[in-house]
């Protein structure tokens, strides 16, 4: 009896053993990387191929284990590549992953851009130099925390109007255009060709969004005639069978790979993943691995653990699976580039930060000597297939010290409506797509006659923030006062006061774009006033729109008359001495002005300009645009100056405040982010 349960145990044990066995075989660490012993056959063609076969990535015949990590060339100083890419490759990675955002590259319709941070061209050759391998992922829908995903805005212009991220013909044709231009340029540069470039995206978590495989069938076929059938095309969609069902594509025509929550548990998202591939091609992949979150003006600063994202990690490779860090290294939300997303509705706005750090191990100016490079650097070290270089230390930061402003102009005091060649008129307000205008603000003036007891203003729809003034129309020569601010977020009328005017009162409505929805379903994103105005329940009519675009990265639009009568004045060094100069600041209430300041260095480092004091608005150093600062909602209070954009000698600050100034008309210079500005809860969110 003891014999025979004796025998029963062990028949159980061999039984569970090899139920063990068949249940998580797909995911056991591998053997050998490099010496795996498989019925995968090599020869002389697969030398210089990269290929899936029997659930894993293979490089030139060698099992290959993707250590990757996010890093885009948008967000980072081109001279500035070089540096960040080798501390992503001293952390352990082996790929670059990166999106290619179209806006950045064809601004306006049928304008191309390719140099400067849009030289995408360079990057990948120098990934290549570098011994890295590349992910690329060329949308055409991106999303990314980028403006509109990454479509440009003409887009939304186009009559009839196309539906974005569908099989409309008339959208489709746009992206065949644009993919003419920028796969032919990418197709060099492919791992059978002698390029870096391994696997090629299509679209961006389209199983988030839609449900129409006729486009993404589309995207398939546009890529394989431009780029071949040797490519490893693949999606990225969250680790959910319902997502996995709507954003992939079944079989072996493109690797369907999946990103999930850091802290999920991967075993199971892998063994779902192996469903939407055909069998034997299904390595698991996390393409987006986050090491951090995204954050919003008016939240705190978002953080993620480096001991618990470390672990998360070794998770991952302990299943003998592969992983991109999403970010590595997050860079900057230059010029005005950044997205925002909604929250329960169209109107929860929730516009992204100027910085784009991401709490990566890399940092936004490019700092490794931190707790979570560390951790993961140790993690990856334990199963990369080659010793990891040395860590470079990390660059120096400058605090050049206090710079001194002296106001140039009230922006009111450069606009003349009657004489502006670029002013607008229609009977309703209209949008900035509709006006051909790409990022910063539009002025929508119009009259009214004033009601004795004052008025009520109210927009049903603007985005973003507009502020509002109103003078006498006869005042032409002075400045309009400041009543209020109408915003996307709350939307709540104004009172309008009475002004007594020989004739009409003159309203002024100064919208900011603060940026484009990346994600959900309302990226269907105009900027502007969107509806019509309304005083005291009934429309107003007969309107002037005037660009106010400012300069942006790689956007090609020609200077709009007001930023260069701007540019004149401070580069003069003057300012007007006339009776407007004479009066106090702010004569009503916040006003938008220009300020200037200049500081010399003698040794160029990078730095961080802090706006701790004042308002709202955005900045340039020396032309380039560092992007848009809000200390009083915050959390960032500095923003970050490569030293690229620096100079040796005497360097120009030019920030336009729409609200209220330092009193002591000072910025500082300092050699350090700080993310403690604004409102010390997030729930009570306001802007």
Same mark, same amino acid.
């Given at each position: 009896?003891?014999?025979?349960?004796?025998?029963?145990?062990?028949?159980?044990?061999?039984?569970?053993?090899?139920?063990?066995?068949?249940?998580?075989?797909?995911?056991?660490?591998?053997?050998?990387?490099?010496?795996?012993?498989?019925?995968? %056959?090599?020869?002389?063609?697969?030398?210089?191929?990269?290929?899936? #076969?029997?659930?894993?990535?293979?490089?030139?015949?060698?099992?290959?284990?993707?250590?990757?990590?996010?890093?885009?060339?948008?967000?980072?100083?081109?001279?500035?590549?070089?540096?960040?890419?080798?501390?992503?490759?001293?952390?352990?990675?082996?790929?670059?992953?990166?999106?290619?955002?179209?806006?950045? %590259?064809?601004?306006?319709?049928?304008?191309?851009?390719?140099?400067?941070?849009?030289?995408?061209?360079?990057?990948?050759?120098?990934?290549?130099?570098?011994?890295?391998?590349?992910?690329?992922?060329?949308?055409?829908?991106?999303?990314?925390?980028?403006?509109?995903?990454?479509?440009?805005?003409?887009?939304? #212009?186009?009559?009839?109007?196309?539906?974005?991220?569908?099989?409309?013909?008339?959208?489709?044709?746009?992206? =065949?255009?644009?993919?003419?231009?920028?796969?032919?340029?990418?197709?060099?540069?492919?791992?059978?060709?002698?390029?870096?470039?391994?696997?090629?995206?299509?679209?961006?978590?389209?199983?988030?969004?839609?449900?129409?495989?006729?486009?993404?069938?589309?995207?398939?076929?546009?890529?394989?005639?431009?780029?071949?059938?040797?490519?490893?095309?693949?999606?990225?969609?969250?680790?959910?069978?319902?997502?996995?069902?709507?954003?992939?594509?079944?079989?072996?025509?493109?690797?369907? #790979?999946?990103?999930?929550?850091?802290?999920?548990?991967?075993?199971?998202?892998?063994?779902?993943?192996?469903?939407?591939?055909?069998?034997?091609?299904?390595?698991?992949?996390?393409?987006?691995?986050?090491?951090?979150?995204?954050?919003?003006?008016?939240?705190?600063?978002?953080?993620?653990? #480096?001991?618990?994202?470390?672990?998360?990690?070794?998770?991952?490779?302990?299943?003998?699976?592969?992983?991109?860090?999403?970010?590595? %290294?997050?860079?900057?939300?230059?010029?005005?580039?950044?997205?925002?997303?909604?929250?329960?509705?169209?109107?929860?706005?929730?516009?992204?930060?100027?910085?784009?750090?991401?709490?990566?191990?890399?940092?936004?100016?490019?700092?490794?000597?931190?707790?979570?490079?560390?951790?993961?650097?140790?993690?990856?070290?334990?199963?990369?297939?080659?010793?990891?270089?040395?860590?470079?230390?990390?660059?120096?930061?400058?605090?050049?010290?206090?710079?001194?402003?002296?106001?140039?102009?009230?922006?009111?005091?450069?606009?003349?409506?009657?004489?502006?060649?670029?002013?607008?008129?229609?009977?309703?307000?209209?949008?900035?797509?509709?006006?051909?205008?790409?990022?910063?603000?539009?002025?929508?003036?119009?009259?009214?006659?004033?009601?004795?007891?004052?008025?009520?203003?109210?927009?049903?729809?603007?985005?973003?923030?507009?502020?509002?003034?109103?003078?006498?129309?006869?005042?032409?020569?002075?400045?309009?006062?400041?009543?209020?601010?109408?915003?996307?977020?709350?939307?709540?009328?104004?009172?309008?006061?009475?002004?007594?005017?020989?004739?009409?009162?003159?309203?002024?409505?100064?919208?900011?774009?603060?940026?484009?929805?990346?994600?959900?379903?309302?990226?269907?994103?105009?900027?502007?006033?969107?509806?019509?105005?309304?005083?005291?329940?009934?429309?107003?009519?007969?309107?002037?729109?005037?660009?106010?675009?400012?300069?942006?990265?790689?956007?090609?639009?020609?200077?709009?008359?007001?930023?260069?009568?701007?540019?004149? =004045?401070?580069?003069?060094?003057?300012?007007?001495?006339?009776?407007?100069?004479?009066?106090?600041?702010?004569?009503?209430?916040?006003?938008?002005?220009?300020?200037?300041?200049?500081?010399?260095?003698?040794?160029?480092?990078?730095?961080?300009?802090?706006?701790?004091?004042?308002?709202?608005?955005?900045?340039?150093?020396?032309?380039?645009?560092?992007?848009?600062?809000?200390?009083?909602?915050?959390?960032?209070?500095?923003?970050?100056?490569?030293?690229?954009?620096?100079? =040796?000698?005497?360097?120009?600050?030019?920030?336009?405040?729409?609200?209220?100034?330092?009193?002591?008309?000072?910025?500082?210079?300092?050699?350090?982010?700080?993310?403690?500005?604004?409102?010390?809860?997030?729930?009570?969110?306001?802007?």
């Amino acid at each position: 009896m003891a014999r025979n349960g004796s025998l029963m145990k062990i028949t159980a044990m061999i039984l569970i053993f090899l139920i063990s066995l068949f249940i998580l075989g797909a995911f056991a660490p591998l053997p050998s990387l490099s010496h795996h012993s498989s019925q995968f %056959h090599s020869n002389k063609a697969d030398e210089h191929k990269f290929q899936i #076969a029997e659930d894993m990535f293979w490089k030139d015949a060698e099992a290959f284990r993707i250590i990757g990590g996010d890093l885009h060339y948008f967000r980072v100083h081109p001279e500035y590549w070089e540096d960040r890419l080798l501390r992503a490759k001293a952390l352990g990675l082996n790929t670059i992953q990166t999106y290619v955002p179209w806006n950045l %590259h064809e601004p306006r319709k049928g304008q191309l851009v390719f140099e400067g941070m849009a030289d995408i061209v360079s990057f990948l050759k120098l990934c290549k130099k570098l011994d890295l391998l590349v992910m690329l992922r060329p949308g055409p829908y991106i999303c990314g925390e980028w403006d509109l995903g990454g479509f440009p805005s003409w887009l939304l #212009a186009e009559k009839p109007a196309v539906r974005l991220r569908s099989s409309d013909p008339a959208f489709l044709l746009l992206v =065949e255009r644009w993919w003419g231009t920028l796969l032919p340029k990418v197709s060099p540069l492919l791992f059978s060709n002698g390029g870096p470039i391994i696997m090629v995206q299509i679209e961006n978590e389209f199983g988030s969004y839609g449900d129409d495989k006729a486009y993404l069938h589309y995207l398939v076929k546009l890529a394989r005639n431009h780029l071949g059938d040797d490519i490893i095309l693949y999606t990225t969609d969250g680790g959910t069978r319902e997502t996995l069902e709507k954003g992939t594509i079944r079989g072996d025509t493109v690797f369907s #790979a999946v990103d999930f929550t850091t802290g999920d548990d991967p075993h199971p998202i892998f063994k779902l993943q192996k469903e939407f591939n055909a069998p034997g091609k299904s390595p698991p992949l996390s393409a987006e691995f986050y090491t951090g979150w995204l954050t919003h003006w008016g939240e705190h600063i978002a953080s993620t653990d #480096a001991t618990f994202t470390a672990r998360n990690l070794e998770k991952i490779f302990s299943l003998n699976g592969s992983a991109v860090l999403y970010m590595v %290294h997050g860079g900057t939300n230059f010029g005005f580039y950044n997205g925002a997303n909604t929250g329960a509705n169209e109107s929860d706005y929730k516009p992204d930060l100027t910085s784009y750090d991401y709490d990566a191990p890399i940092r936004e100016s490019g700092d490794v000597d931190n707790a979570k490079y560390k951790a993961l650097r140790r993690v990856i070290a334990k199963y990369s297939a080659e010793p990891l270089t040395s860590v470079p230390s990390d660059n120096e930061k400058t605090a050049y010290g206090r710079i001194k402003l002296d106001k140039i102009s009230f922006l009111y005091d450069m606009i003349d409506l009657k004489d502006l060649v670029d002013v607008v008129e229609s009977e309703y307000p209209i949008s900035m797509e509709a006006i051909g205008q790409i990022f910063g603000f539009v002025l929508y003036a119009s009259e009214y006659t004033p009601n004795i007891n004052g008025s009520v203003l109210s927009i049903p729809k603007v985005h973003d923030r507009a502020q509002v003034f109103i003078s006498c129309s006869e005042d032409s020569g002075k400045r309009p006062m400041y009543v209020g601010v109408i915003t996307r977020w709350s939307n709540k009328p104004i009172d309008l006061p009475y002004l007594k005017c020989q004739s009409k009162t003159s309203l002024f409505i100064l919208v900011e774009n603060m940026g484009r929805l990346n994600y959900g379903p309302y990226l269907f994103d105009k900027k502007g006033v969107l509806s019509s105005v309304y005083l005291d329940s009934r429309p107003l009519y007969n309107w002037k729109m005037l660009p106010i675009p400012f300069l942006n990265l790689n956007g090609g639009q020609k200077i709009n008359p007001i930023i260069e009568n701007a540019k004149v =004045e401070f580069h003069e060094g003057s300012v007007k001495k006339n009776k407007k100069d004479k009066e106090k600041l702010h004569p009503d209430g916040p006003e938008p002005a220009f300020y200037t300041g200049h500081f010399k260095i003698d040794k160029v480092t990078d730095t961080f300009i802090s706006f701790k004091g004042w308002g709202k608005g955005i900045a340039f150093v020396n032309e380039f645009n560092i992007g848009r600062y809000w200390p009083s909602v915050g959390p960032q209070c500095n923003l970050y100056v490569p030293a690229p954009v620096l100079r =040796e000698g005497e360097n120009t600050l030019v920030i336009l405040e729409l609200e209220s100034r330092n009193p002591d008309l000072i910025v500082s210079s300092v050699d350090g982010p700080d993310f403690t500005c604004g409102l010390s809860s997030s729930k009570n969110r306001k802007f």
